[in-house]
């Protein structure tokens, strides 16, 4: 069985993987007519800014056990075994948000979704691209990922490449092998832009700071 | 991303009015930053191309994916491309300001531009000489209209060179001569480089890249130059002349109006209104002790160094001065405009006006001023700020100004020297001074506000180093206060004693971003008193906060002109690591330069130290080892 | 093997699942106060608010007891437990047993007060008491009077005002919650509620009900007096444990129990309301009456009982709320001044309304309080749940986008 693969290190934070979700969750799956329907079809899958705002695909892990499924109050949430996806039944969810509460990747949302009745606020979250997959298709996110930071294999698969890896990081000669050099120059660029940001500005600089009026009192503590 | 305030802004008053903006639920440029995190990487890379629609496309770092756009072409190709188009970009926007001002000079001579004068007769015979336009004995309209015209055959493609490449050492001018890259018209260069970008024409990097050096060669010594010559002739020449700095320059019992832009031909004929009786009058009338017009942005340098018009912030500090809930009116004309701004100014009872027919902004009321209306527009904007004043709410001006020094052209530099850059010079063979750096660019809020700016020039005063600042450089360094009386106290021992005996501060105002020019006239002096090229020179570049493709112009000019060049922010070129290679140590067997990129003004300051120690060695002047 | 289950709520009903997955002979006797399926407590409040239809309770099916062959003894309950004999009474009958799980929950913390008999006074703990609550609001109720202004109090409030009633709430503190949010949020939510009519009183109690058969005013400790005519007492919960010997089994607020949920009596575990373990940000012991911590605790105690050693130190206390606009989710130390050393750190943002307090002992988050923005509450919770210390920068977490990568 073939599961989403998420590679951090490899994503350009491009988002493309957010738009094709929600394309594949429309009800038109195409990008222009989707934009305009109702409710507006949103990603189940969340490119967030790591530490120097350097791209993070987070999706689903659908784990086991599940800690959202243990904590829905209705019991909406299920695991469907035989593709490993742990799914959320819109008509049963009653919007408590206790599994935000739950899990600890923060994947899940809560808005309005055409799966569910008009008007009625659900939690959403990835489940898969099951209906793809069906029709032999593939996770919509992997689909966009140029970059292949977002795979779709079988987890022997993903766990031989990670061995074959770490394998490599061991001889000297490979691991001076950059994946790209462009990439590495870029984002340690931004990680010394970062490091700037938040290093405290050295003491002589206090004079640049300029001087506060001493009748004016800062308001907004 | 941002923890804190403290990581977004340096200067006190950025500080207090961000939290003061943030408290009032104004979203700024920093929010906004954080909310398009990640941004995307092939974009930043410069590895996607928009150019046609058989695309987008982009090409993956990782070499999984696609190595190749639709049209095949590679990551030089697609990186070359979009960085030549950039430079086209930037070179226009200063260049089109320069036209805009050859309008009013030909406007001025015709009689049709109202309320504008020539300011700098002399200087208008020096450029006509220049331009080969006849001078003696003829009368400074005439003289006016032929300029202009000449100039505006600058901008066509009627001739072989640009007229003002003629300042450039000789042996610079052979140099761009035998690479092939002589700006020949200020528009053909920009409009060449939309050409070959297109799909299917030049394909081959390197000469995108060349071609991208002659297309900022084509603002630096011919759109920009004549910008500020020409602003020189219209508005004067700068002379030294004491001015304030920061928010603190707002006054609580005044009519605030705040120029923002870059184009004096708008800001000039507000100081005007602004000045006059009837308007203070009417002031008073609303209860305000008079008009205080203050600047932020470029437009602000231009008033500043001409008037001292006091300064109210850069960049990074159009949106936070609106918070102050002080200003009754900001009159913007074109560049660097944050669209954000109509918005913002909707919190408080600002009013936003715009000027120019190519600059429009939501949530701003439309005013457009032509040279033939300019002064009677003026004092109808200006009229609706002072009545605007009455509806001010509550006002929060933080910060003291800070005193400053302005108005450094090379005219008034020379002067300084008691007419001559032979003591300079001097100083510099001498060591007492080890060389001179421009800092200029913008504000980028990927850096702190201002820390680039400021620790940059700090680590280079304090070891000899002459520093001339343009831009919103400008405004940060004499918000830090390297522009008083007493700045030489911080500056290195031999550079303190030529700034004390001059009576000149050790960081010296160059004016706006469009005055990077007069860097370039300054160092051609000087090489040409020393007999040799620009690359020769002890001196250095940076853009040590720069966003906009005007800067990307203008480092490319810088480079392409002999001076080491070294960003802050990375441009875009990571995904051709054959256009880093170029960029970074190619150019320097091409034009004697090269650029860096550092995004630390510690580590900049160790390789601009080291650069000119090295340049210093080689002419044969003492050097020190860094 | 002979387990009896003490309660039928989710802590026992979990814990009779795990046992049969892990034992599928043994016997298993579940003793029950309420006879209505198995059912999903903290839902009620939706069901008072209109949200959820009474049907919609059950969390099993009807089949439950025989699909877990599982002896069912409902509708009373245990009146002693006899440790060294190894049984409890139920109903005048023995029940012996080998491993005993108490599960018997919490009983709403009555209040002294004049005229309690009279009709339309409820508490708000179970199945019944919201059907009587619906009976109420279907004679006509229109006015109410709410004591006490925790989680119940509070949810009764929200629940009664969205079907149109006035209400007024009695709490002890300025803000309702207090022992769930902080002041500002707390201020938050008080602004919220009273700007959708709600009338809060603070410090003041209800001395006496009157009224003919059903309430119909409450006079109050200041000398007023308050037309009402539902009156619904939510002063917190205590552990039901009236049948526990307590000279034999260590009890402070709840059941002591070890990390694997035993009491300090041989082969007696309790779980739930009822038991008190170690609450993970406090590091002391700490009855957390939630539901999902009932829900872990039943299943881990159940594996426990079938005899794989599990040990459980997760508990901590935490809630998520929606009212009106706002979303709530609190967990751990709220109150700083309860834990030593604590170092707090908060953002307000007045554009959107988002809230965040978080409190940090040395390098470990103990505690937020998160108002709107709530979608990755879970990764703060986890990092509170797993006492993962962090590093780097604190005001990091305070940011909605927050991930683990940012942490990096």
Redesign the interface.
Known sequence: MKQVVVHPERCVGCMQCQVACAVAHSEAKQLVPAQFESPRPRPRIHVGAGPYNEGFPNRCRHCDPAPCLLACLPGAITRVAETATVMINVDTCINCASCAMACPFGVIRYHEDRSAQAGKTVAVKCDNCLARQREDGIPACVEACLSAALTFETLDAAYKRQTDAVARSVSAVAAAEALAPGWALLNAHKKARLELLTSPAPSDEKRAAGNAREDTHVRHD | MYDTIKDKTLPQDGQLLLKKAEADGVETVWARHQAQQPQCGYCEMGASCRICIMGPCRVDPFGQGPQQGVCGADADIIVARNLGRMIAAGAASHSDHGRDLVEVLAGVADGTALGYTIRDEDKLRRLAAEYGVAVDGREALAIAGDLADAMQEDYGTRKKGLALLARAPEARRALWQKLGITPRGIDRETSEMMHRTHMGVDNDWQSILLHALRNALSDGWGGSMIATEVSDILYGTPTPRPTAVNAGVLKKDQVNIIVHGHNPVVSEMILQACLSDEMTALAQAKGAAGINLAGVCCTGNELLMRHGVPMAGNHLMTELILSTGAVDMMIVDYQCIMPSLGTVASCYHTKMVSTSDKARFPHMDHHEFHPDNAAEKAREVVREAVENYLRRGEVYIPVEPVDSLGGFSVEAVVGALGGTPEPLLEAIKAGKIRGAVGIVGCNNPKIKQDYGHVTLTRRLIENDILVVDTGCVAVANAKAGFKLADAIAMAGPGLKEICGALGVPPVLHFGSCVDNVRILVLLSALADALGCDISDLPVAGSAPEWYSEKAAAIGCYFVASGVYTVLGPMPPVTGSMNIVKLLTEGLEDVVGATFAVEPDPEKAALLIRRRIEDKRRALGLPAASV | MQYVIIGNGIAGVNAAEAIRRMDPNGRIVMIGDEAFPPY?R??IS?VLEG??PLA?LP?RQASFYDDCKIEPILGNRVTELDVDAGRVDVNGKHVAYDKLLIASGADPRPIRAEGLELGNIVYMRTEAHVRRMLDALDGGARRALVLGGGLVGFKAAYGLMCRGLAVTMLIRSGYPLSMQVDAFAGGMILDTLTAHGLDVRVDIAAEVFEGKDTVEAARLSDGSRLDCDLVVIGKGVLPALDFVPRDRIEVDLGLVVDPFLQTSAPNVFAAGDAAESIDVARQARWVNAI??EA??QGKVAGINMAGRTVPYERSLS???I?IFDL?V?T?GVVDPQVITGAEVITRF???TRHYRQLVFQEDRLVGMTLVNA??????L??LIQNRIPVA??R??LL?P????????
Do not use: H
């Not at chain 3, 709530?374 to 990764?379: D, K, R, S, Y």
């Not at chain 3, 986008?401 to 990096?408: D, I, P, S, V």
């Open positions: 999903c903290p839902m939706m949200s959820v919609k969390i539901w999902p829900a872990a935490r809630n998520v929606r979303d989710m967990a943002d007045p554009a709530i979608e990755q509450g879970g990764v919770m986890a780097g920068r005001e990091r940011a986008g927050f991930n683990y990568r940012a942490l990096a």
